[in-house]
C-alpha cells in the first residue's frame, strides 16, 4: 500500500513540495470549433493556428524539468485516450488541509477520474465534495493568508456564459468550509467569442506574488471597487500593472514555486523583467502554444503540499 499523502496549501506562494502537473499526451489534436469552450481556443482555429501535440509535449516537459530543478515532487495523471488534460488546476484545489472536489462543466468530468490513483492516496477525512449546485473552478480561487480571494460570475452571467464557471453559491460553501478565512469574491468580466474581452478565470486577469507583491489586469474586473480593494490591500507600489495585450498572452498566469521564485513564459518579456528588477528568480519557459487554449502555468498545476512555518 502506498504512503499515505499529505497535503497543506494556506497561500500562493510558499516553497512548493509537491504538484499535480497536467499531461498532453494523446490531448485529442484541434476540435472543432462548435466543440470549444473558450473564445481563444475559437480564435486559433479558426485561424489555422491551434497547437499540435509535439509542441505542447515540449512545453509541458520543460515545465515539469523546473521543478525537478528544484526538487518538487510530481504527480502526473494516467492518460486518458484522446483527452485534453493539460489543464489540472481547475479539476480539484487544495485549501489548508482540504482536498476540494469541485462541480465542473461535464465536457471535463473525465479528468478527474485519471488522478483518482492520487486522490485515493489522501486521508478521506480530508477530501470534501463540493454539493450540488455550487460550482467552482480552481483558477478562480486563491487562498491567500487570511483570505480566499475567488473569481465569480452573477447569476445572469453564470447562465449566459459558457466561460463563466464559478458561482455565487460556491462562494458561499467556501465560506462555510473555511469560516476562518475571509473569503473575498470579484465578478469577471465574461465573452465567449473575444479573449480580449474574457478573464476565464481569476488567475487570468490576477495573480499574487511572494515579497507581498501582486500581477493585475484592472479590466479583467466588472467593478472598479474590487480592483481598488487589491490595490488597497496589497499596496500600490507592489502592484504590477499589466495591459490588455499581456492578458490575451496569459502573463498573468504565471506560477510561484517558492516566495522568490517564480516560472513565467519566456515571451512576457516585460513582466519578466520587472519581477527581475523587484528581486525575483524568474525561471523563463516556452509557454505561448498551451496559451493557445487559454490557460497557462497556473492552469496546468494542481499544488498539493507547500511548506509553511506555523
Not at 464559478?166 to 473569503?183: C, E, I, M, S, W
Amino acid at each position: 500500500m502506498k504512503e499515505k499523502l499529505s497535503i497543506l496549501i494556506k497561500n500562493e506562494s510558499a516553497d512548493l513540495e509537491s504538484v499535480l502537473l497536467g499531461i498532453a499526451n494523446d490531448f485529442g489534436g484541434e476540435p472543432p470549433v462548435d466543440e470549444a469552450y473558450d473564445p481563444k481556443s475559437k480564435e486559433h482555429i479558426n485561424a489555422g493556428t491551434f497547437p499540435v501535440e509535439s509542441d505542447l509535449l515540449g512545453e509541458m516537459e520543460a515545465f515539469n524539468a523546473v521543478f525537478k530543478k528544484y526538487n518538487i515532487e510530481v504527480f502526473r495523471p494516467e492518460n486518458i485516450h484522446n483527452y485534453n488534460q493539460i489543464f489540472s488546476r481547475d479539476i480539484a484545489f487544495v485549501i489548508d488541509d482540504k482536498f476540494i472536489i469541485p462541480n465542473i462543466i461535464e465536457k471535463r468530468a473525465k479528468e478527474f477520474q485519471a488522478i483518482a490513483s492520487t486522490v485515493d492516496r489522501i486521508d478521506t477525512s480530508s477530501i470534501v465534495k463540493m454539493p450540488r449546485g455550487a460550482s467552482v473552478e480552481g483558477g478562480d480561487v486563491m487562498p491567500w493568508d487570511d483570505c480566499i480571494f475567488v473569481g465569480v460570475s452573477d447569476d445572469p452571467d453564470f447562465e449566459r456564459y459558457t466561460v463563466a464557471r464559478t458561482n455565487y453559491t460556491g462562494v458561499a460553501f467556501l465560506q462555510k468550509t473555511f469560516p476562518h478565512r475571509t473569503v473575498v469574491s470579484f465578478e469577471l468580466n465574461k465573452s465567449d467569442t473575444d479573449p480580449r474581452k474574457n478573464a476565464l478565470h481569476l488567475d487570468c486577469c490576477f495573480q499574487p506574488l511572494g515579497k507581498g507583491q501582486a500581477v493585475i489586469y484592472p479590466g479583467g474586473f466588472k467593478n472598479s471597487d474590487d480592483v481598488a480593494f487589491l490595490v488597497d490591500y496589497f499596496g500600490e507600489e507592489n502592484i504590477i500593472e499589466i495591459d490588455t495585450n499581456e492578458m490575451y498572452h496569459m502573463n498573468s498566469n504565471l506560477f510561484s514555486i517558492g516566495p522568490e521564485i517564480i516560472v513565467s513564459e519566456k515571451r512576457s518579456k516585460r513582466l519578466n523583467s520587472e519581477l527581475r528588477r523587484r528581486g525575483f528568480t524568474v525561471e523563463e519557459i516556452p509557454y505561448s502554444e498551451i496559451s493557445k487554449m487559454e490557460g497557462s502555468l497556473r492552469c496546468s498545476t494542481l499544488p498539493l503540499r507547500r511548506k509553511h512555518n506555523d
